[in-house]
């Protein structure tokens, strides 16, 4: 079945303390990305990957990295979580970066929710 | 700066009602794609309209692109309970090294049986 996976679902850390979330797809898609979800603020792009060793910020990077060492895998890092960055976090992924139609179609993992203490 | 913008943010209506939720932006997109998200779920794509004045259907729903493709619409006949979620537009633009998305807040549907 063609997915995303996201690890853990739910997380609650304390401030200051190092945390990886984990995104893995199975399509061989190129193009794979971060968001963070906040009510009222909506979706909105922290990190994205146009293809392995290649990454770049997206609106809202800061307190953020990211790695792309394999097509299938970009996981999210925060190095130092602070309580502004308890968030729903999605990850996602595309088929590609050209215009073609269904190259920026984007699959959704099913969330990370996290909350820091 | 929000790029889209979608109305209305809430709607609650009854079993059987029509609705149109809006989508509307000042920059031309490449494409335009709907999302569904229902609680504790991650978005999950509906549609996706590339030609100014497309419409596209999907059961009771009807997608369409404006003719200047920077404005969409999303309307429901006849909603159903299940139809109940938030309905994200999001815009597709090419060119130069970032073929990135631009997702608007969203519109929450409630559909009460």
């Known amino acids: 079945e063609a997915q995303v996976t996201q690890n853990p679902r739910y997380l609650i850390t304390v401030t200051g303390k190092k945390l990886t979330v984990t995104c893995s797809q199975n399509m061989n898609h190129e193009y794979m990305s971060w968001y963070r979800q906040d009510p009222g603020l909506g979706l909105r792009q922290i990190y994205y990957?146009?293809?392995?060793?290649?990454?770049d910020k997206g609106d809202v990077p800061e307190g953020y990295k990211v790695s792309r060492k394999e097509k299938r895998n970009f996981p999210l890092i925060l190095e130092s979580p602070s309580p502004n960055q308890t968030s729903l976090y999605f990850c996602?992924?595309?088929?590609?970066?050209?215009?073609?139609?269904?190259?920026?179609?984007?699959?959704f993992g099913q969330g990370t929710r996290l909350t820091v203490v | 700066t929000q790029l889209l913008e979608q109305s209305p943010q809430f709607l609650s209506i009854q079993e059987g009602e029509n609705l149109t939720v809006y989508c509307n932006s000042s920059s031309v997109f490449s494409s335009l794609q709907w999302y569904r998200q229902e609680p504790g779920e991650g978005p999950v794509l509906l549609v996706t309209?590339?030609?100014?004045?497309e419409v596209k259907k999907l059961k009771r729903l009807t997608f369409q692109f404006g003719d200047a493709r920077k404005d969409s619409s999303l309307h429901i006949t006849a909603a159903q309970p299940g139809d109940t979620g938030l309905y994200l537009c999001?815009?597709?633009?090419?060119?130069?090294?970032?073929?990135?998305?631009?997702f608007g807040k969203g519109t929450l549907l409630t559909v009460n049986p």
């Open positions: 996602a992924s595309s088929l590609g970066v050209g215009p073609g139609i269904g190259n920026t179609e984007a699959f």
């Open positions: 990957s146009m293809n392995v060793e290649v990454t």
């Open positions: 999001a815009g597709a633009r090419s060119g130069g090294s970032n073929y990135k998305l631009t």
């Open positions: 309209v590339v030609t100014g004045g």
